[in-house]
């Protein structure tokens, strides 16, 4: 089912979010990668503040390319999700109820969602050109120094997306392995 869905993703809307339906997301989403990941890890570690609020955040697995002269942002495809598995139980225990990248999740990041009324949407990867116009601005607003992976804020429109991780617990990856194995056993 095609859905509209506009930002914050709260619980609520998560939980009406199913593996295969397409969203279309409109709003606000920051981007953040392994570097940025890693250091808001740490500081809550050290019981820092963090520069982003999690609470109903949808966080976007990419690092930008430059931006075209008169572009708010570059190609902006998605990241390998599972680089961010270690941080993401963690996101989503304070808060964050989506992420947006591509490939399979760790068994922890599946309890995670599960038990946070969360959802993990995939972007088309191999498309960051497409999804880029989907962009209408970009700020940084974190982390400078990390260059491509510092922490942006990105006002979205119409940003495709598939659930393939839903707060049920179904995960399109694995059900299309499994309908794989049936098919090959017949």
């Known amino acids: 089912m095609d ?7 709260t619980k609520e809307i998560a939980d009406s979010l199913h593996v295969g339906d ?5 709003g606000q989403i920051y981007t953040a990668r392994d570097a940025a990941h890693k250091r808001m890890f740490e500081a ?29 942002i570059g190609s902006a495809g998605p990241t390998t ?9 963690t996101f ?3 808060g964050q109820t989506c992420m947006i990248g591509k ?23 191999g498309a960051g050109a497409l999804l880029s116009k989907c962009i209408t601005s970009s700020t940084v607003v974190a982390y400078d120094d990390l260059g491509t992976e510092a922490i942006r804020l ?4 119409n940003f495709p997306a598939i ?24």
């Open 3 to 9: 859905r509209i869905i506009h930002t914050p993703i």
């Open 22 to 26: 397409m969203v279309y997301l409109t």
């Open 44 to 72: 809550i570690g050290k019981g820092e503040s963090l520069p982003i609020d999690l609470k109903d955040a949808t966080i976007y697995y990419m690092g930008p390319s430059p931006a075209r002269e008169g572009r708010p």
């Open 81 to 89: 999700a599972s680089r961010m598995d270690k941080y993401a139980p």
């Open 92 to 94: 989503l225990d304070m």
């Open 103 to 125: 490939g399979k999740r760790s068994a922890a990041v599946h309890e995670a969602v599960v038990r946070n009324h969360a959802v993990y949407l995939a972007a088309i990867g």
């Open 154 to 157: 990105l006002t979205v429109e």
């Open 163 to 186: 659930v393939v991780l839903d707060s049920t617990g179904r995960d399109a990856y694995l059900e299309a392995e499994e309908e794989a194995k049936k098919q090959n056993q017949a």
